[in-house]
């Protein structure tokens, strides 16, 4: 695999910690109501999953990735895997060999807004996970986690930390753990809907106060609001990155996932300006809700090229 040539090569790879799923999504004119039949307008396909679509963004602005996730050998689970190696992920799969699945989400999206609604379906029956390779921090930089998978993301975040890698969460929204998640990171980038427990709300349902979780360890604490400008504390000052409006948005999908993961790209070949980082980051996942899916926007290649040239002048690995 490309991650895999690369890190051979001494090329440093970014590590995704978390979930992946399989997406079936339909591009509906409006939801159906109760008891009501609708014929889409299309059909895709495609991994999901805030860390593997991290990866794969990663992966299309030229940083190599490896991805440890829960996947499976399962009859779903050999597409997901087709799928991953055909975008250039390096999966390390902590269910390997075993006849599981990986959990599977049917997304609706709206063709005039660009909405979606999801539903996942997910195995909750305890998993017997492999222990993690000890090489699967070789080659690395940077760790990104997403908060799911923690008795693998624990471990493997402490072990980074340790050996004086660079460690980002992906807080799409609390879960056990993330506390001790958020100890070993230096830096964070939450949503809107994250909030630790006995943090207080805004009206709008939103905690602007990023402290809370700046003390639980991370220097660097950005909050995102769709396409709203991402509020930031850095190193205990605010500050905040506009985000340039969408020209049209087509699918909003992953465009959280996309922002992480481009971010985490930007860091591990970028380390000195975070803000600059998340600016791109922001770049990337409005040009990912101009396109379809995901993943959309890798397909563009004069938009991907520009954005992977502004990484260090990298090109993908695809």
Known sequence: MAAVAAAEAGEPVLVCCGLTTLDVTQVVDRLPAPNEKLTGRELRVAFGGPAANAAATAVALGVPSRLVSAVGSG??????????????????DLLEGQEIDPPVSTVLVTASTGERAVVSVNDSRPREYRPLPDDVLSGAGTLL???RIV????????????????????????KPGTEELLEQCEVAIVSADFHLPGMARTDAGAEDDLL????????????????????????????????RPARQVLDTLGAGDVLHGAFAAAW???????????????????????????????????????????????????
């Open 75 to 92: 009859p779903i689970a050999q597409v997901v895997r087709r799928l991953l190696a055909d975008a250039g992920v390096e999966l390390v």
């Open 212 to 243: 809370p979780i700046a003390k639980l360890g991370p220097s660097f604490v950005a909050r995102s609001f769709g396409g709203g400008a991402i509020k930031v504390l850095d190193g205990g000052v605010a500050r905040e990155v506009a985000v």
């Open 145 to 147: 986690v997403d908060g």
């Open 151 to 174: 008795e693998a993301a624990i471990p493997l975040a402490r072990a980074a930390r340790s050996a004086g890698l660079r460690v980002m969460i992906d807080g799409g929204s609390y």
């Open 268 to 318: 591990e070949r970028r380390p000195g300006d975070l803000l600059a980082n998340l600016d791109l980051a922001a770049r990337v996942a409005t040009a990912s809700v101009e396109h379809a899916g995901a993943r959309g926007w890798v397909e563009d290649e004069p938009v991907r090229a520009a954005l992977a040239q502004e990484i260090a002048g990298a090109s993908s690995v695809l």
